[in-house]
């Protein structure tokens, strides 16, 4: 599967445990289209929410094209995402657990040229868990140095 990866929030995987991802179709305009092919995007503060049967992503931040014709759109504005009805509703009632959201893991743009967004149903990480990740990641950070050193 060849895909083009944008953007990724790498903040989500210190900040959250991701239980579960969802790949789900971004409704642009033309102009986002091309500030997306640019990698202009940030996806850091961006979240989703389901809202009247549809799933919205919100503070999602798509720069503005520069070489538009036309009036540029609000470059934080809510955008549709589109899932299967069944996604929806087993979303719908993930979403109703305490400590439970929908996160934007990253933006892709896949063979066709279609972008896509990976959502992850996330919970959050308590300080204790963030200093734990940290010390685990840095082990395996010492152990791969160590093992290239022996080489």
Not at 35 to 63: C, F, M, P, T, W
Not at 107 to 125: C, D, S
């Amino acid at each position: 599967m060849g895909q083009k990866i944008i953007a990724k929030n790498k903040k989500a995987f210190h900040d959250y445990f991701i239980d579960q991802t969802f790949e789900a179709g971004l409704v642009l305009r033309g102009p986002e289209v091309k500030s997306l092919r640019g990698g202009k995007v940030n996806l850091r503060d961006g979240y989703a929410q389901v809202k009247d049967g549809e799933v919205y992503l919100y503070n999602v931040h798509i720069s503005p094209y520069s070489f538009t014709t036309y009036a540029n759109q609000d470059p934080m504005r809510v955008r549709k995402l589109l899932l299967h009805k069944r996604e929806i509703r087993k979303l719908i009632g993930k979403l109703h657990e305490k400590g439970i959201a929908l996160i934007p893991l990253k933006i892709y743009f896949i063979e066709n040229g279609k972008a896509k967004v990976e959502l992850g149903l996330a919970r959050g990480k308590k300080l204790y868990d963030k200093r734990a990740s940290l010390k685990e990641k840095e082990s395996k950070r010492d152990v791969e140095r160590t093992m290239r050193r022996d080489r």
